[in-house]
């Protein structure tokens, strides 16, 4: 089997050369370039394309991959939002990592929480000019306080387990309460209007586009904190800078960003920033941004390519396919 890998990165290759030489031998070929229009043409003489959550394959891109003999995408996420799911449905298999670390996630979510609380980063900066002062860094205690947990899959599951070892009382929103958690399900509109701080850990969808909107920040209490580990496309970025003017949030952690392709994962320290928004959200003192990173573990890592190519094993053996995401 020959796979052609898209947005490559060093470190991607680190568990999957491993992995394939070990238990698989298939053909790998790493590409530096993202899965977009213009690259789809370099899949050719392939049976699948391995790509990432800021590449993309749209409904005329899949019809060029099965006219080329494509057979499948493999994603390396959890995620496939970026993928039109109904163009490749009896065309290509769509096949996804389902859970990779969800802990990894959860205590990344926490880890921005505390950071934009504490105002470590800062901290950081002033000390390392010898700058020991530390009026304007006064944060919360979190103990006791309302967590509202945005979405109940694994990583949220794995952060409510992190915010009650924090003694905070915590409260959930999912359309599809799992009744074994020990956890208070309500509404999303009693999670905005009661939590002190918000994490979101729910999937890109219809329903959860802009789920962070307008109305939603009008019903939060003021000097709330907002983290979002999951997909940019949850908040309105927009409103959100609103808020910030407001003073609704106390502090925002941003991985994820709606607009990150061409911007996430690359160095664009020597470039113009012509994302008004990204480069408006960056100069506000509370607003910690990162670039994606929640995932960045060796554990996830490695069973991301663990995952990865065992539904690449399946497919070319023609076993079933657990983690096909085309119904």
Known sequence: MKIAFYSTKPYDKIWFDSLNKEKYGFTIDFLESPCKEASISLARGYDAICIFVNDYVTAPMIEELYQMGVKAILLRSAGFNHVDLRAAKGKLEVLRVPSYSPEAVAEYAMAMLLTVNRYTHKAYTRTREFNMNINGLMGRDLFRKTAGIVGTGK????????????????????????????????????????????????????????????????????????????????????????????????????????????VFYEDRSNDIMRDEILARLTSFPNVLISSHMGFFTREATKAIAEITLENAYALDQGKELKNSVVS
Do not use: W
């Open 155 to 262: 990583i949220g599951q794995a952060m409510i387990r992190i915010c009650q070892g924090f003694s905070m009382d915590v409260i959930a929103y999912d359309p599809y309460p799992n009744s074994d958690l020990s956890v208070k399900y309500v509404s999303k509109e009693e999670l905005f209007r009661n939590s002190d701080v918000i994490s979101l850990h729910c999937p890109l969808t219809e329903e959860t586009y802009h789920i962070i909107n307008k109305e939603s920040i009008d019903m939060m209490k003021k000097n709330v904190y907002l983290v979002n580990t999951s997909r940019g496309g949850l908040i309105d970025a927009g409103y959100l800078i609103e808020g910030l003017l407001n003073r609704t949030f106390a502090g925002v952690g941003l991985d994820v960003y709606e607009e990150e392709e061409g």
